[in-house]
């Protein structure tokens, strides 16, 4: 089951631009908070972005004055502008959603995309 898709990474040289977009069900969309996370080669996955479901934001140090994330209500997609790219952003970038448990003693529900390449030339 699809809950989460990725779209628009690439190859840009250092110092452009890219928008990634994620398009979620309605339901998770309404109701969860939505990530942007990055994995490189031999890394940990990071936490890049992260958007509520009353557009409250917060960024990675790495990323503030950068990266922009948003939110497209009439879509059920949630965005990342990224702009003057650097190498060391290059990395699969992943949309994650989590959901509300259905108590508060439960464990969140979390949904991951398949990730999109994002690769930044020297």
């Known amino acids: 089951q699809v809950e989460l898709v990725e779209s628009g990474g690439g190859l840009v040289q250092a110092g452009g631009s890219l928008r990634l977009s994620c398009a979620t069900s309605r339901r998770i969309f309404r109701v969860g908070t939505i990530s942007w996370y990055r994995q490189a080669p031999r890394l940990q996955r990071e936490l890049v972005a992260t958007?509520?479901?009353?557009?409250?934001?917060t960024y990675a140090d790495s990323v503030k004055g950068r990266f922009t994330i948003s939110r497209d209500n009439a879509q059920n997609a949630v965005y990342l502008q990224m702009n003057s790219l650097k190498p060391e952003d290059t990395a699969v970038y992943y949309c994650n959603a989590e959901v509300p448990p259905p108590t508060i003693e439960s464990s969140w529900l979390h949904y991951w995309g398949q990730g999109t390449q994002v690769t930044v030339s020297s």
């Open positions: 958007i509520t479901s009353d557009s409250s934001t």
